[in-house]
T-cell receptor
Framework: ETGVTQSPTHLIKTRGQQVTLRCSSQ?????VSWYQQALGQGPQFIFQYYREEENGRGNFPPRFSGLQFPNYSSELNVNALELDDSALYLC?????????????FGDGTRLSIL | GESVGLHLPTLSVQEGDNSIINCAYSNSASDYFIWYKQESGKGPQFIID?????DKRQGQRVTVLLNKTVKHLSLQIAATQPGDSAVYFCAENTGNQFYFGTGTSLTVIP
């Protein structure tokens, strides 16, 4: 069974640029959630994708967007990068959407904005 | 909004002792909870979960206790080992969202 994999592991960008982060969900999982984890903080929910549609969103601006593909893999796109976007971006997959489903995380992409 | 907090940001224990990590949650409608372990440079790793219709659940060397009356969750680790050193998060589930606390850093002293 393949776990959640994310790429790239590290990325450096400058303010105003755009970035795309990628995630492959765990085998058999159809739901992907993205989180932002600032240094010393817990993960903050960005949004969830289920059946290629956004299925819930946290308190993040529209410049954070995503996609889910038919194979359940997903992308997180961030436009007009700001210094505060520097964080660890985590992807988590689960068997299904809805409550009561454990989410399994990848090791994240460390994004640094200069 | 949601608020998940931990009573102690850091915890140091002697190897072989038992560890207890506490967590308070604010939403009485939350019906599912997970404890995660996060090591440096890694993503959160699932440890154990519990549903709101249970008070206690045991795993291998770990026990989670849920007190819905006071909205409190705890993680007990038996015979703590150096490999248990990490940051521990509790996460509460409401709908399709998980809300995480800020974490407790556990250090095991050999």
């Amino acid at each position: 069974e393949t776990g959640v994999t994310q790429s790239p592991t590290h990325l450096i960008k400058t303010r105003g640029q755009q970035v795309t982060l990628r995630c492959s969900s765990q085998s058999g999982h159809n739901t992907v959630s993205w989180y932002q984890q600032a240094l010393g903080q817990g993960p903050q929910f960005i949004f969830q994708y289920y059946r290629e549609e956004e299925n819930g969103r946290g308190n993040f601006p529209p410049r954070f967007s995503g996609l889910q593909f038919p194979n359940y893999s997903s992308e997180l796109n961030v436009n007009a990068l700001e210094l505060d976007d520097s964080a660890l971006y985590l992807c988590a997959s689960s068997l299904d959407t809805g409550g009561g489903q454990p989410q399994h995380f990848g090791d994240g992409t460390r994004l640094s904005i200069l | 909004g949601e608020s998940v907090g931990l009573h102690l940001p850091t915890l140091s224990v002697q190897e072989g002792d038992n560890s207890i990590i506490n967590c308070a949650y604010s939403n009485s409608a939350s019906d599912y909870f997970i404890w995660y372990k996060q090591e440096s440079g890694k993503g959160p790793q699932f440890i154990i979960d519990i549903r709101s219709n249970m008070d206690k659940r045991q795993g291998q060397r770990v026990t989670v206790l849920l007190n819905k009356t006071v909205k409190h969750l705890s993680l007990q680790i038996a015979a703590t080992q150096p490999g248990d050193s990490a940051v521990y998060f509790c996460a509460e589930n409401t709908g399709n969202q998980f809300y995480f606390g800020t974490g407790t850093s556990l250090t095991v002293i050999p």
